[in-house]
């Protein structure tokens, strides 16, 4: 069975193991991490996934960035991309907030249920 | 020659001493009243006999006394109206007289006022009295002095003045004079025996007169201080209670930098825990009981913790209002829905003006407030209760000012608001508490069960919607939160 790739791309290496654990356990997604943009953006072309989770707040290249460097990249450029982010509340997540319009918001502190179904939502 | 310049020694010795020992005597003798100013046509007061030395010396000590007496008395005045009372009471006790009056006089507007009076029964009242410029009164504070009068009908240099609306017909009229200023009149009036005045009674009203003056400034001079002490004092209180309120709304603003600054940091190692917690939930066997109470309580643990850095973050974010003309009766409405779950053995009841106006808000930011103020009802009421939710518009009495860096957006006098009243008849707040409730962080809640921080975020919304959020409470009886908002300018709203 074909499983989706998912990449996610944050600075803290215990909360990608602890999603990436998550998410494959559902035995439908197949997660890789990358800790910092540069490596995300390197390993989005690699892999080409099928939705990326990507941090807001980073060391160096912010999520922003790696994002608008995502659109730009004609092979990668329609990948979905869902903002993980731990500055916005839920309900606001849940809504289109103005910092990342366009683009779907999740609070770092939802459930994992609330994260599968926003990542089967945009995937 | 010795003996004879012996001899003109001791005769000039005796000679100073005996002029010493004669001026000393006279200096014991008491002092004689200064005599009063006798009236232009004192040929209608008829001539009295010259009193005994004997006679004087009773009466002198008989006034010392009560002179004393008096001074003593006055002296304990509690205020100008007191002293007043303590002046017209002394002289009709000492005098043989139907009644004593004393008007004030105000320099400023040249008016004569009944301060207070003895005797003045019996159909006689303030109207009664004649009190104009060109009243006996009047003629006393124009000339400054004592006047005596023993027949009124006589007395034809008073010719201008209306006799008969005079109800009494002896008196002796004396200005209360301090430091050179007319404060008043002190009339003594109708001596109940046949005979005139005589110039010893007149001495005593004079000297009443000038003791009376003396209180009465000190007094009036008092009662000026203690009020301006009182205007000060008032002044200072409201000066504190602002500054405390600036200095909350600055605490709230500093909150408001921290979190947004922290909570970035607060919330990943949370999103860490909350997805560890997830796995392991996943991993453990569903018979292991006490390593998953276990996971259970990190997991609530987590939960409460991410809830403290929301609360918090909506001090950064409470700049942004997205304001849009609502129907206050319609956010009520769902919020309450929104807390329907909690309202067991709680009756509710809505009581809503019909037609209110729209009022600019941000729906969300005021859902927040009504869930916080219903909530805390909710809790207030364990045991089940009432809950009226009352929203009306209002005309306000006086203006009201937003303790807040937006001092310009106070209500104005007469201002139409809207007003929402919640009121729950819960346990109630203690006065000491109620000082306190919008504080951050301050809750009566249990350990879990309140952040302490919904009432100061509450506050801060309503400020931010240039609206007051007031809560009154008695113990045992309830709690009633009361918002204020303004009304949509908008018309086409």
């Not at chain 2, 007496?69 to 007043?84: H, I, P, R, T």
């Not at chain 2, 009944?114 to 005797?119: E, H, K, Q, S, T």
């Not at chain 2, 007094?219 to 009182?230: D, F, G, I, P, Y």
């Not at chain 2, 206050?328 to 829905?337: A, G, R």
Request: net charge neutral.
């Amino acid at each position: 069975m074909y499983k989706k790739r998912i990449l996610i791309i944050d600075d803290e290496e215990g909360f990608c193991n602890l999603v990436k654990k998550n998410i494959e356990q559902t035995g439908e997604f197949e997660v890789c991490i990358a800790t910092n943009g540069e490596d995300g953006i390197r390993i989005a072309r690699n892999i080409k996934p099928d939705l990326i989770l990507l941090d807001v707040v980073m060391p160096g290249m912010d999520g922003a960035d790696v994002a608008s460097l995502i659109r730009s990249d004609e092979g990668i450029k329609d990948t979905p991309i869902v903002f993980l982010t731990a500055i916005v509340k839920e309900e606001e997540a849940s809504s289109q907030a103005s910092f990342t319009r366009g683009y779907s918001l999740l609070a770092k502190t939802a459930t994992i249920g609330e994260l599968i179904a926003c990542i089967k939502k945009n995937v | 020659m010795i003996i004879t310049i012996f001899i003109i020694l001791f005769v000039s010795i005796g000679l100073v001493l005996g002029y010493a020992i004669a001026i000393s005597c006279q200096q014991k003798k008491p002092p004689l009243p200064s005599p009063p100013q006798e009236p232009p046509q004192k040929d209608h007061n008829p001539p009295q006999a010259a009193p005994s030395y004997l006679e004087d010396k009773i009466w002198y000590e008989a006034e010392l006394n009560f002179l004393f007496k008096f001074n003593e008395k006055l002296s304990l005045s509690l205020g100008f109206q007191d002293a007043v009372q303590c002046i017209v009471e002394a002289a009709h006790d000492f005098l043989p007289i139907e009644r004593a009056v004393l008007l004030t006089w105000d320099k400023n507007s040249q008016n004569l006022t009944l301060a207070g009076a003895v005797g003045w029964g019996h159909g006689r009242n303030q109207e009664s009295l004649v009190i104009g410029k060109d009243s006996i009164s009047g003629f006393v504070i124009h000339n400054r002095e004592t006047l005596l009068v023993s027949d009124l009908t006589q007395e034809s240099y008073l010719n201008r003045m209306k006799k008969e609306e005079y109800l009494q017909k002896t008196f002796i009229s004396a200005p209360l004079i301090f430091k050179n200023e007319v404060l008043g009149v002190l009339h003594v009036c109708d001596k109940k025996t046949a005979e005139p005045f005589t110039k010893r009674e007149v001495s005593v009203v004079m000297n009443i007169a000038r003791m009376g003056a003396i209180t009465l400034q000190n007094v009036r001079l008092h009662e000026q201080t203690s009020k301006r002490a009182a205007e000060l004092k008032m002044a200072y209180d409201e000066l504190k209670e602002t500054q405390d309120k600036l200095i909350q709304s600055e605490k709230l603003k500093a909150i408001g930098q921290l979190a947004s600054g922290v909570a970035h940091e607060i919330r990943n190692p949370i999103g860490i825990i909350m997805q560890g917690v997830a796995y392991l939930e996943q991993t453990i066997s569903p018979e292991a009981k006490e390593p998953r109470e276990t996971l259970s309580i990190v997991k609530e643990s987590a939960r409460r913790a991410d809830r403290i850095v929301i609360s918090l973050l909506d001090f950064s974010k409470a700049t942004k209002l997205e304001l849009h003309p609502e129907y206050i009766d319609s956010i009520v409405e769902s919020s309450l829905s929104l807390v329907k779950t909690e309202l067991k053995n709680i009756e509710v009841t809505r009581e809503c003006q019909e037609g209110l106006p729209k009022v600019l808000v941000d729906k969300n930011k005021l859902t927040q407030v009504f869930i916080n103020l219903f909530l805390n009802a909710i809790h207030a009421m364990p045991g089940g209760g009432k809950l009226t939710i009352h929203s009306f518009v209002k005309q306000l009495e006086e203006a009201r000012n937003i303790i807040d860096e937006r001092l310009d957006n106070s209500f104005k006098a007469k201002e139409k608001v809207i007003v929402v009243e919640i009121e729950d008849t819960g346990i109630g707040i203690s006065e000491e508490n109620l000082k306190r409730i919008f504080d951050p962080f301050f809750t009566t809640k249990g350990p879990g069960k309140g952040t302490g921080l919904g009432l100061s975020v509450s506050r801060n919304i309503i400020i931010m919607h240039k609206g007051l959020i007031e809560v009154k409470s008695q113990v045992g009886k309830g709690t009633r939160a009361i918002i204020t908002l303004k009304i949509s300018k908008d018309k086409e709203d």
